[in-house]
């Protein structure tokens, strides 16, 4: 397994450190251009080799490799839709009443933002805030599933930051819906691989702003756990492989300036960095 770091993400590019020591069973996959199309990769050590086929399906690892600092990397699955979930932890809830079931949202497809690409605060914008999530990433038709059948559509997870405009969304100016709160181009960086085989259920989440962490959760504090959200959702909507589900953010959140960095630090997963403007 290669720990993702933020090294080479301040320098120029992509994306990465230098490889750890392998975990038995845990895989991680990155999307980065080869040529003029994007590609999928099996991250190893700091080495990308090339995937041919379908991530979700049949594929093999080919011959073909390339060093993982040469690389810009893309946000790691380009899906058919977006969801997210809203107050999942309990560390993000405070006095309010936890919800019955999980409070699902979409976002667009176009909020999507690469790791090491800035996140774009719009000109009338006056209250972004950061909020680091872990991404559930699908790898099957899912629909009306029971816990085992989600459990088992989940193909990896990621690291994501569900960028929020709070007066959008809740102030004067919210919306009726939350489609640019939420939803506005660059507000869902994602990445920066896709780890498959790591425990869903416990991993350390940290957010950093300019350095300082600001966030920090167990994932064993979800609420509603990666296959529960799952469950759920198929109830209504059918997810399709390479769909996402931001799962919630934990603790309390603040507003972005244009000059800052944040970083998503999941355990098992890497570090998504980006920088806002």
Request: charged share 20%; net charge positive.
């Amino acid at each position: 397994m290669a720990r993702i770091t933020r090294r080479t993400l301040l320098a120029a590019a992509p994306a990465l450190a230098s490889a750890a020591p392998a975990v038995p069973g845990v895989t991680h996959f990155v999307r980065y251009m080869r040529g003029n199309e994007p590609t999928y990769g099996l991250l190893d050590g700091d080495t990308i080799r090339r995937i041919s086929g379908d991530l979700f399906g049949s594929y093999k690892v080919t011959k073909e490799a390339v060093k993982l600092s040469t690389q810009k990397l893309l946000h790691p699955v380009q899906p058919s839709k977006v969801l997210a979930v809203g107050l999942n932890y309990k560390s993000h809830i405070g006095t309010r009443t936890p919800p019955a079931n999980p409070e699902i949202f979409y976002k667009p497809i176009t909020c999507l933002q690469h790791p090491g690409a800035d996140i774009v605060i719009p000109a009338d914008s006056k209250n972004t805030h950061y909020e680091g999530e872990l991404v559930i990433v699908i790898g099957k038709h899912v629909r009306n599933a029971s816990p085992a059948d989600a459990k088992d559509a989940i193909f990896g997870v990621t690291c994501g930051n569900d960028v929020s405009e709070r007066d959008w969304q809740n102030g004067a100016q919210k919306d009726l819906q939350w489609w640019r709160a939420k939803g506005a181009d660059t507000f869902g960086p994602l990445g920066p691989a896709i780890a498959r085989g790591v425990d869903y259920a416990n991993l350390d989440l940290s957010t950093r702003l300019n350095g300082k962490v600001v966030q920090h959760a167990n994932t064993s504090d979800l609420l509603f756990d990666c296959p529960t959200i799952v469950t759920f959702i198929s109830r209504y909507v059918t997810l399709l492989p390479g769909d996402l589900i931001y799962t919630g953010t934990p603790g309390s959140t603040r507003k972005m300036s244009p000059g800052d960095t944040v970083e998503v630090e999941i355990s098992g997963i890497g570090t998504l960095f980006n920088r806002v403007v």
